[in-house]
Structures are given as C-alpha cells and as structure tokens.
C-alpha cells in the first residue's frame, strides 16, 4: 500500500507516518507546514514529519495555504503526476483546510485520523477535552473527510483507556494506535471490503482551542478534581498557572487522592521547574 499521499506536520502525525513506514506503506509524498523559527533564537526548523520524509528519501512539499492549484498538480515533486493518480489521501494533524476539491480526488478519498471516538469531541482539541471532562475512554477514528469538520462517514474506531495519563503521554499512545489501526485497516478499505457509516449527529461534540485564561487555577477557590484533570490535560500547552504571593506560578505536575490535592511539580516565572 503505498498509492497513497500524507498530510501532517507535528510530533503526532510523524509518529503515526512512521509506523506505516515501518509496516511498508511508504507514501508517494509528504505534505506538510513550511519550515518554522524555533525557540529563543528562531532557528528555522524543519516539521518531524518532514525530517522523517527526508531519511527515507520521501518528496516533501510544504505550501503555506493549501489551494486547489498547491496540490491538484503536485508539479514541484512529481513534475506531470497529480493526486488523480492516488488511491488515497491520508491527513494527521494536518492543521490547515484542504479544499473539498482536491479531499475528493483520490480514487477512494481522503481519510482523517482523529484522536477521539467520534463523534464525540471534534475539533482542535480532542485529547484534552476528554481529560477535562473526566472520560474513562478515549480513542482513535478513521473516517473520510468531507466538507464539514470532522463529520465524514466513519471507516473504523478503536478505544483507549485514559487511566490518568498526562496530555503528552496520550497524545503519543493515540498517535501510536492511530498508526496501527492504519495498518491493519487500509487493505481491507482499498479492496472494498469496509463499508464506512454515516456518523450520528445526536451524539456530536465539539471541542474549542484552549487559551492561556483557560489554564488558569485558584488553589483556594476551583476544586482539586478540576485542578488536577486542567494539570493533566493542559500542560505544556497553553500551560496550567496560578498566582501565588504576586508571583505567577506554573503548575507543571499534580496529583487527586483521597479527595486532595498535592502539587508535585511548580515553576515560577523566570525560574527553573522544581520538585516538591
């Protein structure tokens, strides 16, 4: 299976490219962020799945604004090729808007991979939103994009266990299943063998991007659940904070037990991370 283009630019999508990688579903090409400035001295830097692409000599193209003539005619890497030569599309944390037009090309369309079990949480922040809201389960789901956001018919789902994971640690386990589910699923779905289901709108949710006034805590006020589950579900981004003694304080690490609340790890503005 490598009839097939990838879209994703972010830690989560290399992971998921990589698997399929390592499985033998090497992509005809990559498309991903341009090249971004990177820390304190803005060095420009290459996205992860770009710097994959690279090691197995895989064409990168990197459009800042995806418009029907960026990747109808894929000529910067395929000179006369285009995408009506593919099977499908294959689109992981990809962050921008792809025009209907070009999502409806391939031969068998365009699959998303989203880290929740839809149609439950769509939208910027899945995992974080089920940690916030104390689900037990979370998950992976392949389904085909259409115009609307994460609304397309579902190919397949499977579960996973939140237990009390930190945002960052069940980001990778989903990007890991996603890329697994890839696997197993993509032979199946190019021979017709899956039927993808119209999802139940009655059961939809959505979720919105968090900002820095959303992480914000009062230790005396907010409930230890709640502070825990934001320490849990919104580190390090947009990052969970506090004011103590005038000073703004990072809430890096935290635990719930027993019906109270232990900070574990803290750090104030200017200063380095410390352990309690």
């Given at each position: 299976?490598?009839?097939?283009?990838?879209?994703g630019?972010?830690?989560?999508?290399?992971?998921?490219?990589?698997?399929?990688?390592?499985?033998?579903?090497l992509?005809?090409?990559?498309?991903c962020?341009?090249?971004?400035?990177?820390?304190?001295?803005k060095?420009?830097?290459?996205?992860?799945?770009?710097?994959?692409?690279?090691?197995?000599?895989?064409?990168?193209?990197q459009?800042?604004?995806?418009?029907?003539s960026?990747?109808?005619t894929?000529?910067?890497?395929?000179g006369?090729?285009?995408?009506?030569?593919?099977?499908?599309l294959?689109?992981?944390?990809?962050?921008?808007?792809?025009?209907?037009?070009?999502?409806?090309?391939?031969?068998?369309?365009?699959?998303?991979?989203?880290?929740?079990?839809?149609?439950r949480?769509?939208?910027?922040s899945?995992?974080q939103?089920?940690?916030?809201?104390?689900?037990?389960?979370t998950?992976?789901t392949?389904y085909?994009?259409?115009?609307?956001m994460?609304?397309?018919?579902?190919?397949?789902?499977?579960?996973?266990?939140?237990?009390?994971?930190?945002?960052s640690t069940?980001r990778?386990?989903?990007?890991e299943?996603?890329?697994?589910?890839?696997?197993?699923?993509?032979?199946k779905?190019?021979?017709?063998?899956?039927?993808p289901?119209?999802?139940?709108?009655?059961?939809?949710?959505?979720?919105?991007?968090f900002?820095?006034?959303?992480?914000?805590?009062?230790l005396?006020?907010?409930?230890?659940?709640?502070?825990?589950?934001?320490?849990?579900a919104?580190?390090?981004?947009?990052?969970?904070?506090?004011?103590?003694?005038?000073k703004?304080?990072?809430?890096?690490?935290?635990?719930?037990?027993?019906?109270?609340?232990?900070?574990?790890k803290?750090?104030?503005?200017g200063?380095?991370?410390?352990?309690?």
């Amino acid at each position: 299976m490598n009839n097939y283009v990838f879209f994703g630019t972010p830690d989560f999508a290399a992971t998921i490219l990589e698997k399929l990688i390592g499985a033998g579903f090497l992509p005809a090409a990559v498309v991903c962020n341009p090249d971004r400035p990177v820390g304190r001295k803005k060095v420009l830097t290459a996205p992860p799945t770009k710097i994959l692409a690279q090691k197995y000599n895989i064409p990168v193209l990197q459009p800042e604004n995806i418009r029907t003539s960026d990747v109808l005619t894929l000529t910067p890497i395929f000179g006369t090729s285009d995408v009506r030569k593919f099977d499908i599309l294959i689109v992981a944390a990809y962050a921008k808007i792809i025009p209907e037009e070009i999502l409806q090309i391939p031969r068998l369309g365009t699959i998303g991979v989203h880290p929740s079990l839809l149609p439950r949480h769509r939208g910027a922040s899945p995992i974080q939103s089920a940690i916030l809201e104390g689900d037990e389960v979370t998950g992976v789901t392949l389904y085909l994009l259409d115009e609307k956001m994460d609304h397309g018919p579902i190919i397949t789902g499977r579960e996973f266990p939140i237990f009390n994971l930190q945002f960052s640690t069940l980001r990778q386990k989903l990007a890991e299943l996603g890329g697994e589910l890839l696997i197993e699923t993509l032979p199946k779905f190019v021979s017709g063998e899956i039927k993808p289901q119209v999802q139940n709108e009655e059961y939809a949710t959505y979720t919105k991007k968090f900002k820095t006034e959303d992480a914000y805590v009062d230790l005396e006020k907010d409930s230890p659940a709640i502070i825990e589950k934001k320490v849990r579900a919104l580190n390090p981004e947009p990052g969970v904070w506090t004011m103590q003694n005038g000073k703004r304080m990072k809430i890096l690490e935290a635990e719930f037990k027993d019906g109270k609340l232990t900070l574990k790890k803290i750090q104030f503005e200017g200063k380095t991370p410390q352990f309690l």
